[in-house]
Nanobody
Framework: QVQLVESGGGSVQAGGSLTLSCLADRNIEIGVYSMAWFRQAPGEEREAVAVILDTGSRFYADSVKGRFTISKDADQKNTLYLQMNSLKPEDTAVYYC??????????????????WGQGTQVTVTS
């Protein structure tokens, strides 16, 4: 199990930037297959925004490619980030950090993950 706590959400105007952080209660470089950011807007399903695997491979939703970057802190081995640039009103959602400790092909599906943070609200105004 991995305990996760997100921070960094807030309200920003379109075109602005935010950086989300996810603090884990353990080293996420060891024994964690996938770390991911998901988001869920009202009335919508939870969707994968960005995923980073233990190999370093990164995957992004088409809607955020070129604007968002997922990364792990090279020094603080228990922190995950999501740098969000050029934010759009359609990026408004609750953003969740998730961890997958076992290898699984469906690492882009929310239902695959068992370890979740409480979520942080991101609101982008036009």
């Amino acid at each position: 199990q991995v305990q996760l706590v997100e921070s960094g959400g807030g309200s920003v105007q379109a075109g602005g930037s935010l950086t989300l952080s996810c603090l884990a209660d353990r080293n996420i470089e060891i024994g964690v297959y996938s770390m991911a950011w998901f988001r869920q807007a009202p009335g919508e399903e939870r969707e994968a925004v960005a995923v980073i695997l233990d190999t370093g491979s990164r995957f992004y939703a088409d809607s955020v490619k070129g604007r968002f970057t997922i990364s792990k802190d090279a020094d603080q081995k228990n922190t995950l980030y999501l740098q969000m640039n050029s934010l759009k009103p359609e990026d408004t959602a609750v953003y969740y950090c998730a961890a997958l400790v076992s290898r699984h092909d469906a690492f882009l599906l929310a239902s695959t993950y068992r370890n979740w943070g409480q979520g942080t609200q991101v609101t982008v105004t036009s």
